[in-house]
């Protein structure tokens, strides 16, 4: 890493990479908007180069570059790190001699830099993170109008920043408000649980059954809306996150679990509607089956597969899939089909009881 020269090094230099942190645009792809406005200034000025820079601590980065395949220069040698140590535009009609940059190694050197004018990227807190700048290898003169106008561009790329910047800070506060929500929507459904224990130990052995047969399911979707918010990444482990929320199932159920199957990662958006259909298939596992629950997770052939399968007694000759009354599979049907999936259903192929499978495409 090149020393910088303290003499391009403004006062505020650590308030000032605060604030460029802040925006977080370092590095960040190219952007439309901000090419059109360099594009824009190039043509105003009659120039082959400008640029949108911004200056890091060692290095100066181009958030847009246009006319120049550089990405980012040194510090050092720029002429951006001098434009930001005042607030006034930093012109040099004639680089080649004018005692401000007689040394600079594009003046002097094979880049032959003779025209520059540069606009801090000033935000409202009153910190230079970059410039607006135009470039070029004849010298030319520069009046009051042009340099209006560069101002004026200067601060719609600061009105980009300071859009996206809001835009970020607003979806991190949606954020925050809906994990707190989600806080409270598992605590009131557990506290409901709760309640519903506690009037089925009151109740007469029909009313009780019921009841905490109630309690154990609103338990069930509370661990289903936990183990779902927990996942802050864009893909997460499925078998992970199955075998996670059937421990907390099995607890509930009072009924063992065994989780096996593929390694496999899917988007976030489609765990929620996977952990439901997992709980309502487990739940009604140990409500009509018997014995151990085996949940199995398959990736073949294009296609998720997730399978329960009980030990019960196992489907009555009679039972259509399709036309069946109860709530828990129409509810499984619905979900399925958020996912782009169907629900299908067998007798264990591995003995006793009944399998329930829904599949989707990956």
Known sequence: MNAVSPVIIPQNETHRIEAVRRYDILDTPPDGAFDRITAIAARRFGVPISIISIVDYDRIWFKSHHGLAVK?????PG??????????????????????????????????????????LRTHDGFN???????????????????????????????????RLSARRAVAQAQMMAKEIDHRVTN??????????MQSRA????????????ANLVAAVAQVHRNFYTNEAEEVSCITFLRRLCADLSGILGRPIDVHGDEGKVPTTRIQPIGLILNELVTNAAKHGAGM????????????????CDEGEGLPPDFDLKNTEGLGMKVVRA?????????????????????????YPV
């Open 79 to 120: 002429l951006c790190a001098s434009a930001i140590l005042a607030d006034i535009p930093h012109v040099l009609p004639n680089a080649a001699t004018d005692p401000r940059s007689l040394a600079n190694p594009l003046v002097a050197g094979e880049f032959g830099l003779r025209f520059y004018a540069g606009v801090p």
């Open 129 to 163: 993170l970059g410039t607006l700048c135009v470039i070029d290898k004849e010298p030319r003169p520069l009046n009051q109008g042009q340099i209006d106008d560069l101002r004026d561009l200067a601060s719609v790329v600061m009105d980009q920043m300071e859009l």
């Open 293 to 308: 629950i085996n949940v199995e997770y398959t990736i073949s052939g294009g296609r998720h597969e997730l399978t329960v």
């Open 188 to 197: 009131s459904l557990q506290f409901i649980s709760g309640m519903l224990s």
């Open 203 to 214: 109740a007469d052995a029909n009313t009780a059954t019921h009841l905490q047969m109630a």
């Open 335 to 359: 979900l399925a089909g958020q996912v782009g999936g169907s629900l299908s259903a067998q007798a264990n192929p591995r003995g006793r009881g009944a399998c329930f499978k829904v599949s």
């Open 72 to 76: 980012q220069i040194g510090r050092d």
